[in-house]
């Protein structure tokens, strides 16, 4: 089973990896392990730091920061990608639910950045509210090699389908 890690200790595993002040995005779109889909103008990866494991991330190649500077094209394929993996998520995980959103900050910090992507999630708890969804207070899933492997396999295999 997939290991809850505290925010603590995930934000120094974090500032051991990250760059402060570098858009994280376009980091994760050039070197990624976990990258399940690719198209011209998306790339589609697992999150290293899930809320919920199964946390899948729809990342824009091109950095743009505000909707008014994506063009209709990059919209329609991050919003359809989106929705690819959703339905990729609802078969292979099961959820009780899933959510989409475009979230991120105004400024890149180590967990997040400015750079336009949309956050698919799945939702396995009854009870969960949406302002749990995008915090960590209550951890983060980290999973083995194996359970990493299986996650990344049964998402691409659904993407694919
Ligand atoms: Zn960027």
Known sequence: MPELVSKIL????????GEAGKCLMCKLN???????????????????????????????????ECFSDLN??????????????????????????????SVGATENKLNTCPHIHVNVLPIYENDIKPSQVFTW????????????????????SAMNA
């Not at 399940?36 to 790339?43: A, K, L, R």
């Open 30 to 64: 050039q070197n990624n392990d976990f990258v399940i889909f690719e198209d011209e103008h998306t790339t589609v990866f697992l999150s290293a730091y899930p809320r919920f494991w199964g946390h899948t991330i729809v990342s824009l190649k091109r950095h743009v």
């Open 137 to 156: 207070e209550n951890g983060i899933y980290t999973g083995t090699e194996v359970e990493w492997g299986h996650l990344k396999t049964v998402l691409k």
């Open 10 to 17: 995930a934000i120094e595993r974090l500032k051991q990896e």
């Open 72 to 101: 209709e094209e990059e919209y329609r394929f991050l919003f359809e990608n989106s929705r690819k993996v959703a339905i990729a998520i609802e078969k292979a995980l099961k959820p009780l639910r899933t959510y989409i959103a």
